[in-house]
């Protein structure tokens, strides 16, 4: 779940960017075109994801009724694709014949839901203990290394399976995700904000400012957090489709969002036995699921490049 | 007591899933016709038969055992009677051990039996009468729960009756000779010689008796024995050379040597059988093929053939916790009647070779069964007139817990019951649970974890008490038994007392009727589908075959085509 890209992100250190500075780094992301391509792909991902319900209601699909009809004798989805029609343009799902078109749609919900906020949580525990281990360094900055070192060497899938098999059936089952998730990745974002703060302690912007009389709060908030703010933008794009993949592998393992809600790890869990048969059922929501991991990766990665001009690459 | 897959999995399925596999199909030149008379020379030997199954162990503790008498513990060990499967789908009792089915006397409350010649343990001792009473005796024993337990309150002082380890001894059953063996009951029972085709009416040795080891290295009776055990990977059964086959006929022990393989996927079994390569030619799954494999099996001209579909078998139903907060009221349990969508369930299963759709308890074949639907509807419900019951009764919406088990086909079936209820404007919550969870949340304790469960009961015996007395006596709340709507009526209690304890067939079969009409009354289950069952096996097995009764095949009689 964890994306070890930690070796790779080097952001220019020193004030904010200026607007020369924004000018150069649009004009370089625009260069990568794949880069475009996955930040469109993104931004499509969650203006449907937002205006999911209406987009089903307006075709009058929804991703919980039955439709029997839609299905043969054994329970498969009657006609060609996985019954591929102008009412159901993904086909439907076997054994219920319910709108695969409306459950993706609906699905992509759950996903980014899940990702973006299982991403919030980890950046912000992250950030905020690799900052204090950064800056104030001694026992602060041990503990937080050898709790950095504990997580990364926890098998996390294993133990957000645990959690979800014990937590307590009135917990929201969206939430625990989120915080599951969440807590189980902080761990790299930390070991790199700790770094970089390890920098910019020295730099004499903060030590001027030191010595001018600030205090923790104002030095670690108004002049460090704000060098730190790309690289944990950057790292929070490619942590996304982790998080994504991780509650899709959680719903495909049984221990992700309750049924029926629509959920692309389960559909996909489900879909596999039925790939001989029914292989759309299978296909629809694993493109969905490929093209947001793709695209935010994509889109990441150019990000890197764009406020990095030593990483190399694509200029 | 056997359950479908879908209940008690983590007892029972061992046993359903493990049995299924030895019979015998019709590829045998000789043997058709051989088979149909029951002549236990018909069947080819040789060979390995593996059995797949999703069980991820086999208990061969008969005290502890729910097996069917015509699945895996059949082929290790023996019983009072056992169950003859013929040709034409009827399954008759019929002597294994004893002599004959039993002897009655004393109005039907003294059944009395004597052991054949020629029987022995594995290791060539004698069986004796007093080996058997002492298997019987320790199925009362506490450490060793989870058994039927059917014979527990009709022997006489079996209610008070703590197992032989401190030393006591069950006097109801009388041993006058080392081949002579007398069961008092409390009252007559008609059906006495089902009941020692069960299990814990085998034979155990008193001195090899270690409740630890038991279930993993039992002392065989039958023509095999236990030869090598893998935990969790698979237990290898060899020939028992102590056995005879001139004294057995339920058994044919075709194969040499029989394989389970433990803890498979269903679907992978079902893919590897289609596939039918190698040694999977000589197999046959344990488990039901799964929805999306029988659709695939029914476009595959091969697979097809080897394809096993049983009559209608159990009753899947869902149940509805009686104690749990408004559904207390009768008339809220009506309008669940009326809201389920059995269709969408049906479908769920697997379409029509899943089941047919089910109004009442009884199932299908089982004697005196008289046909009803006290909740007339379209076979997708009528959520309209369950929206006007649930007015009446003045329910307060709240999100009713269906708690299942956490596979996907249950899962599927769960669904489209939300789906049904949801229609009517009820709030289902689905909450998926481990099986060894769900089982714990559904029979043990106060039962205030669920509001709904699915489940499925296929009767131990051909009776209509193996219907209703399981699912529907006061005496099955909690502790392990599968009341599971925690359905409690004096009356219905009266009913069931008096029915058992009929020994005229006719008049039973009447009582029995009359007890699952009065239960449907009470709407504490929403009878679904009477399932059919779906295995397959490889193109090499033989004499694979399921009875009317019950919907599993006949382990005993599978062989293997040379």
């Known amino acids: 779940m964890t994306l070890d890209h930690a070796d790779e992100l080097v952001v220019p250190e020193g004030q904010p960017p200026s607007a020369t500075g924004r000018r150069t780094f649009w004009h370089r992301f625009a260069q990568d075109r794949f880069a475009v391509a996955g930040a469109v792909t993104v931004v499509v991902y969650v203006v449907v994801a937002l205006f999911a319900p209406l987009i089903t209601r307006l075709l009058g699909v929804d991703p919980y009724t039955y439709d029997l009809a839609a299905l ?79 997580m990364l060497g926890l098998p996390a899938l294993i133990f957000m399976i645990a959690i979800g098999a014990v937590a307590p059936e009135s917990f929201p089952r969206l939430l625990l995700l989120v915080l599951v998730i969440g807590v189980f990745s902080w761990s790299s974002v930390a070991r790199v904000v700790r770094g970089q703060a390890l920098g910019l302690r020295s730099r004499g912007f903060v030590r001027a400012s030191q010595a001018l009389g600030a205090g923790h709060g104002h030095v670690l908030f108004r002049q460090v957090l704000p060098n730190l703010a790309a690289t944990v933008v950057v790292f929070a794009t490619i942590s996304i489709p982790g998080a994504i993949g991780a509650e899709a592998a959680l719903s495909f393992l049984g221990v992700g969002v309750p049924p029926p809600t629509p959920s692309w790890g389960r559909s996909i869990g489900d879909a596999v036995t039925w790939f001989s048969s029914d292989p759309m059922y299978l296909v629809f929501p694993g493109l969905a699921l490929f093209g947001i991991t793709l695209a935010l990766n994509a889109f990441g990665d150019g990000l890197r490049d764009a406020l990095d001009p030593r990483s190399g690459g694509r200029q | 007591m056997t359950r479908n897959t879908t209940r008690r999995r983590s007892v029972g399925a061992v046993s359903a899933a493990a049995a299924l596999a030895l019979v015998l199909t019709a590829c045998g030149a000789n043997d058709k016709d051989d088979s149909a008379t029951g002549s236990p020379a018909a069947a080819q030997q040789g060979g390995t038969l593996h059995i797949l199954t999703s069980a991820p162990s086999i208990n061969w503790d008969p005290a502890t055992s729910q097996n069917l008498a015509i699945t895996t513990l059949g082929l290790v060990e023996r019983r009072l009677t056992a169950w003859q499967t013929n040709s034409d789908g009827s399954t008759e009792v019929v002597p294994d051990l004893a002599t004959d089915t039993g002897t009655a006397s004393d109005d039907g409350k003294t059944w009395t039996y004597t052991l054949k010649d020629g029987v022995a343990f594995e290791d060539g001792t004698p069986i004796t009468s007093q080996d058997v009473k002492y298997s019987v005796e320790r199925s009362f024993a506490p450490e060793l729960t989870g058994g039927l337990s059917y014979h527990k309150s009709l022997l006489t002082g079996g209610d008070d009756y703590a197992g032989p380890y401190d030393g006591k001894t069950l006097d109801s059953i009388e041993t006058p000779d080392d081949k002579t063996i007398v069961f008092h009951l409390d009252s007559a029972y008609g059906d006495w010689p089902w009941i020692v085709s069960m299990p814990a009416f085998g034979a155990v040795p008193e001195d090899k008796d270690d409740v630890s080891t038991y279930t993993t290295t039992p ?306 289950v929403v009878p679904l589908i009477y399932t059919k069952n779906s295995f397959l096996h490889g193109s090499k097995v033989q004499n694979f075959e399921i009875p009317d009764f019950p919907a599993y095949p006949n382990y005993l009689k599978v062989s293997l085509a040379p």
């Open chain 2, 219 to 524: 002392v065989a009776t039958g023509p095999y024995k236990v030869a090598d055990t893998q935990e969790g990977t698979s237990v290898t059964l060899e020939r028992n050379d102590a056995w005879d086959q001139s004294t057995d006929e339920a058994r044919t022990a075709g194969p040499d040597s029989v394989v389970f393989e433990l803890g498979q996927d269903e679907s992978v079994v079902a893919q590897r059988l289609i596939a039918d390569a190698g040694d999977d030619q000589n197999a046959f799954g344990a488990t039901f093929v799964p929805a999306a494999q029988l659709a695939q099996v029914q476009n595959d001209a091969n697979a097809k053939e080897r394809l096993v579909t049983s009559g209608p078998g159990a009753l899947a139903y869902l149940a509805i916790n009686t104690e749990a907060e408004g559904l207390d009221d009768v008339k809220v349990r009506e309008a669940l009647q009326y809201a389920v969508d059995k269709q969408a369930f049906q479908v769920a299963s697997g379409g029509a070779i899943a089941g047919d759709l089910a109004t009442m308890l009884i199932t299908p074949g089982i004697p005196g069964r008289e046909e009803y639907d006290l909740y007339p509807a379209e076979p997708s419900g009528d959520p309209d007139k369950a929206k006007d019951l649930l007015a009446d009764a003045g329910w307060k919406d709240r999100p009713l817990r269906l708690v299942v088990p956490d596979d996907a086909p249950t899962r599927a079936k769960a669904e489209a019951i939300e789906q049904g209820l949801k229609r009517a404007g009820l709030t289902v919550k689905i909450v998926t649970q481990p099986a060894e969870v769900w089982t714990q949340t559904v029979t043990q304790g106060d039962g205030s974890k669920y509001d709904l469960t699915l489940s499925s009961w296929q009767p131990d015996f051909p009776s209509a008490n193996g219907n209703i007395q399981p699912l529907f006596a006061s005496s099955q709340i909690g502790d392990g038994g599968y009341n599971l709507s925690r359905y409690s009526n004096a009356d219905v209690d009266a009913l069931i007392e008096q029915a058992t304890q009929e020994t005229d067939t006719d008049a039973a079969a009447a009582l029995w009727a009359q007890a699952d009409r009065a239960i449907g009354l009470d709407a504490p």
């Open chain 1, 72 to 150: 043969d004798a054994t329970g498969a989805p009657a006609g060609w694709g996985g019954g591929i029609s102008a009412e159901h343009w993904f086909g439907v799902e076997p054994l219920t014949g319910r709108d695969l078109f409306a459950i993706v749609l609906m699905g992509s919900r759950t996903s980014l839901v899940v990702g973006i906020g299982a991403t919030v949580v980890s950046m912000f525990i992250g950030t905020v203990l690799g900052l204090l281990a950064g800056y104030l360094g001694g026992w602060v900055d041990w503990v937080v290394s050898r709790g950095v070192d504990i």
